[in-house]
């Protein structure tokens, strides 16, 4: 018993016919779920339950949940995007103030150095002035 298969064509529409027993292995394997025939899953346009309305349905209720699921993710997606940008903004500001409280401190730090020189400066002065008098 040899039963056979027409598929679509390319381009052209040209129908091919193909034996079942040149149908992948896999294939013959796979039990539609509507009308439980071996050859085809229950997607399978060439099933003969493929167009009943309760078949119709389910696949629109589940192209419904399967947009559903796409809208979630996205909204997901955008809030993470919302929260990693408000998170780069709150670091860059963070970045702006301790740069400002290093730069304040190095001033600081330079003043202090800058006032030891100073001190230093007249400690040598002086010495040197003692050493003119004395000698």
Request: hydrophobic residues 35%; glycine residues 6%.
């Given at each position: 018993m040899m039963m056979s298969l027409t598929l679509q064509g390319s381009a052209d529409e040209e129908k091919k016919t193909m034996d079942k027993s040149s149908v992948s292995p896999v294939v013959?394997?796979?039990?539609?779920?509507n009308c439980k025939e071996l050859g085809h899953p229950r997607t399978h346009s060439g099933c003969p339950y493929y167009y009943r309305q309760s078949e119709v349905e389910r696949r629109q209720a589940k192209a419904s949940e399967n947009l559903k699921r796409r809208v979630e993710r996205a909204k997901e997606n955008e809030d993470a995007?919302?929260?990693?940008t408000r998170s780069e903004q709150i670091l860059k500001d963070r970045k702006q103030t301790m740069l400002a409280q290093i730069r304040a401190e190095a001033e600081k730090v330079?003043?202090?150095f800058n006032d030891q020189i100073r001190?230093?400066?007249?400690?040598?002065k002086r010495r040197e002035k003692r050493k003119k008098k004395t000698t």
């Open positions: 013959k394997s796979v039990r539609c779920g995007l919302e929260l990693l330079e003043e202090e001190q230093l400066n007249q400690v040598v």
